[in-house]
């Protein structure tokens, strides 16, 4: 029970903020992959940045569990599905997660693309012995690593450097790029009225 | 109008922050496949059953790593499920506080009028094939932009950053050949 009270509560607080920072709007989703504006990927570097930060600083304060973490395995198939995952994002202004805030936000289209990710996620299963069979899902480079090798847990790293410092590490410098990325890289002067 | 990118940021900073001190990093591309899976599963009820140790499915995808994703289907009110519902109701109640969405916008955003016209039929074509391919992709690698790319690269995961490196090597070119206008 306690699980689903914190599904909700963090939930909606990620649905809430997904569309308060432009995230579900294929408008400033279009602007930011096509270079013109990159207020959103401002918002997100300094996301990652300040997420990981406090995980890896509570991390070795003892106020987060290490056991929480939750490090998916690098193959093939990885970079190639996040080449499709990329030119459909591009194409539709959404991935998996805002889209279907979009669509609860009213956006149509939304609804659309939901059915479509349906479609896509089915097709993928039926044709997942075929990825299996390609040795493309094999695990490359070590698998399920982290960059460095962060103490009690159970991944292991592809370096020995120490993984919560590297991580706060990282974590500055996502924040620094945040910071000196410009807003508008291509120029194109003022700011076009933005929609709604 | 949207935060700005400072205030935005360590907000979204903080909601992964807090998933990861309280239950696991954020992921949603699993929960399509969980969808269908129920969809499936109560068409055919044979496609997924229950086993001595656990669930299992006729499908291998649905029974790899021991039942896991056969085991969501069987019980969708478990955590991931549940998350995915909210994030669309708090996207909801936010859009809502705010006014909501003009009547233009909740039928296609301004970038595509600008670049491709008013054709409804057109735009909803492109969200669906781009859906298709959206999630294809993400279950190919194994997550998507939350699972992969922000928390990923959150817990400096070497796949969160080689997902990153092909989203971005074919979103950006992709983007840039559609989108000439800005909307």
């Known amino acids: 029970m306690t699980s689903i009270i914190l599904a909700i509560v963090i939930g909606a607080a990620f649905g809430a903020v997904l569309d308060r920072i432009g995230a579900t709007n294929p408008n400033w ?69 805002t889209g279907v805030c979009a669509a609860a936000s009213g956006r149509k289209d939304g609804l659309f693309f939901i059915a479509g990710g349906l479609l896509g996620a089915a097709a993928y299963m039926v044709t997942y012995p075929a990825w299996k069979a390609s040795g493309m899902l094999d695990a490359i480079a070590g698998g399920a690593v982290t960059l460095g090798t962060v103490p009690g847990s159970k991944y292991e790293g592809i370096t020995g450097m120490s993984g919560d410092i590297l991580g706060i590490i990282l974590g500055l410098a996502f924040v620094v790029v945040a910071f000196v990325l410009p807003e508008r890289p291509m120029g194109g002067g003022a700011e076009p009225v933005p929609a709604e | 109008m949207v935060l700005n990118w400072k205030t935005g940021g360590v907000l979204l900073g903080f909601v992964f922050f807090l998933a990861v ?31 001595e140790e656990g669930y299992t499915s006729t499908n291998a995808y649905l029974a790899k790593s021991g039942g896991k994703y056969a085991k969501s289907v069987a019980n969708p009110l478990n955590y991931s499920f549940i998350f995915v519902l909210a994030m ?45 391919i959206v999630l294809y992709g993400a279950r190919l690698a194994g997550g998507c932009t939350s699972g992969h790319m922000m928390s990923g690269m959150m817990q400096t995961a070497l796949s969160g950053y080689l997902f990153a490196a092909g989203a971005f090597a074919a979103a950006v070119p992709v983007a840039m050949i559609m989108y000439k206008k800005e909307g």
């Not at chain 1, 300094?46 to 106020?63: E, K, R, V």
């Not at chain 1, 490090?71 to 998996?96: D, E, H, N, Q, R």
Request: charged letters at 15%.
């Open chain 2, 21 to 51: 001190l309280l239950v696991k990093p954020i992921g949603v591309s699993t929960q399509f496949v969980i969808l269908d899976g129920i969809i499936g599963d109560a068409v055919n009820s044979e496609l997924v059953t229950k086993t």
């Open chain 2, 88 to 132: 669309m109701a708090g996207a909801f109640l936010s859009t809502m506080a705010r006014g909501g969405l003009s009547k233009d916008e909740r039928t296609m955003p301004a970038i595509w009028r600008a670049n491709f016209g008013d054709s409804a039929a057109k735009r909803y074509a492109v969200a669906f094939i781009g859906g298709f």
């Open chain 1, 29 to 97: 989703i279009g602007k930011m992959l096509s270079l013109k504006n990159l207020h959103l990927m401002k918002t997100i570097l300094l996301a990652i940045g300040t997420g990981s930060i406090l995980m890896f600083a509570g991390q070795m304060i003892g106020l987060v569990d290490v056991g929480h973490m939750s490090v998916k395995t690098a193959y093939v198939g990885v970079f190639i599905g996040g080449l499709l995952l990329g030119a459909g994002w591009a194409a539709s202004g959404f991935c998996p997660g």
